[in-house]
Structures are given as C-alpha cells and as structure tokens.
C-alpha cells in the first residue's frame, strides 16, 4: 500500500504525469493525493486573510474540476483520492503534506520546465528539497511498461534503505535494474564492495552492472539510457550537481531522456 502525492497546476502535463502514476503504481491498495499549492499575489496581504480569500476557493475549485479530469483517467474511477489547496511555494507545500501524510513518493510533470532547464522548473525545486522520493514524467511519456531501469552510481556507497522504492517497482514488474558508473578514466577501476553491495541490495531483482567512459558524466549516462531504451531512469538525492547537469542547456535538448523517460530521484 503506497500513498502518492500528485502536486499540479492544473496542466495538461500534470494531469499526464497523474496517468503515469496510475499505470505504474495501480490503484489496488494505493491513495493517490492532489495537491495544489498557491500564493497570494499580494506579499504580506496573505497573513491578514483567512481560509475564505480569493485564491485559496479558485485552488479548491480547480482542484475539483482537475480530480473530475483525474477520474477518466484510465483506473482513475476506481481509485482513493483526496485533495489539499495549501498556500505557500510549492516545494514547502510539498514536504508539508509528506509529513503530516506520510507519503510515500511524490509524481509531478516538469512544470515550468523552460529553455531545456528542467531544475529550473517547478519540479527541479521539489526534487532538490524533497525528503521524499520523487518521480519526475516528462510531457511526452507514456507509459508502456517496466522492463529496464537505469541506476546512476556514483561508486562512493550504497544505501539499501534509500533503494527500496526502486526494489519493489522492479520486483513487482519483473524489470531488470542496469547500475552504470561513469569512468573518469580509463585505469579506475571499480570498487568490489560497492558491487557486492549492490548484489546484496538488488538480491530479488535481476542487475547487471556496466560502465561508461567519458568526461560529461551526464551526458554518458543519457546516451546510454538511449542506447538501451531504458523506461526509467533513478539517481539519489545526494546528486544534484549531476541532476542539475543532466537536465540542463546543450544536454538535456539533444536527449530523448528530456521528452520521454521518467527520472526517479530516490531519497538520501
């Protein structure tokens, strides 16, 4: 049983982001929790109004029509939702209702994503706040199925606590978890208690382990999640000098991973 945070601003890409969680998590079990968070236009008038003002009802009233668009969603009538308008900026609104919810991973379109910049996005400001594990959908991503999952690692140390969502997505739909570490060099050589611990945390699922030369880490990995059609793409908190680089100008508008592959950014 999961509880899933779906913050939007309404969107069409938000509301894609909602059918990917559908597909990839089901609704057996699972509550699914709309949230939208506002601001009021006016700095300082927000502590002089209570819970009747202007933006708060327009949040409530488009979270309403948005839930009536969630629900024909494909699994959308059958599955548990609630919905909060909270004022404040979104990342902030967003480790709120983690806490008091206890939520178990948040999903959201790259809302705001401009110029090829995704951390320059809504979504990037979440994914760099969030205690909570963060799925990242691209508007051109569908969801066709689990089967290959990229793990970015930076061969400093695993954390199997941090890895369980990646472990139970994988082991729930047979998914293979490729762990690619760039070499700076071409005489590094890998660290055989990092693998070993990578066996021992990916013991259920099937992992290979593989390694990439080149200077631009971010652009290597992204050529390989291409090269081997990944369907997502994980990295852990700990890199947001990489997420950063991996969404950012000349990279991220040459990579189908931009458009169409979903980024998992685990908890550290």
């Given amino acids: 049983m999961a509880h899933i945070l779906l913050p939007t601003d309404f969107s069409d890409g938000s509301l894609n982001a909602c059918a990917y969680a559908l597909d990839l998590f089901g609704t057996a079990g699972n509550t699914f929790t709309l949230a939208h968070a506002y601001i009021d236009p006016m700095p300082g008038y927000a502590a002089l109004v209570d819970m009747s003002s202007v933006q708060y009802a327009a949040s409530v009233e488009g979270l309403s029509v948005f839930t009536e668009r969630f629900r024909k969603l494909k699994g959308g009538a059958d599955a548990v939702v609630g919905t909060v308008a909270q004022f404040g900026p979104l990342p902030a609104v967003v480790d709120s209702i983690c806490e008091d919810k206890a939520v178990d991973v948040v999903v959201m379109g790259t809302q705001g994503a401009t110029g090829g910049n995704l951390f ?14 963060v799925l990242i959908v691209p508007a051109g991503a569908r969801f066709t199925g689990l089967r290959h999952i990229l793990l970015a690692d930076d061969h400093v140390r695993v954390e199997p606590f941090a890895m369980r969502l990646l472990v139970q997505l994988a082991s729930k739909a047979g998914a293979a978890v490729t762990i690619a570490h760039v070499l700076r060099n071409a005489s590094e050589v890998p660290d055989p208690k990092i693998l070993a611990d990578y066996d021992e945390t990916f013991a259920a699922v099937p992992h290979t382990f593989i390694a990439a030369e080149g200077e631009d880490v971010a652009l ?32 991220a508008k040459h990579l189908a ?12």
């Fill in 120 to 133: 320059g996005s809504s979504a990037g400001a979440v994914a760099r706040s969030s205690q909570t594990p």
């Fill in 220 to 251: 290597a990995l992204s050529q390989v999640a291409e090269r081997d059609n990944m369907d997502l793409v994980a990295v852990l908190h700990r890199h947001t000098g990489f997420l950063e680089s991996l969404f950012h100008g000349s990279v």
């Fill in 257 to 268: 991973m931009y458009t169409r592959i979903p980024l998992l950014v685990l908890e550290h």
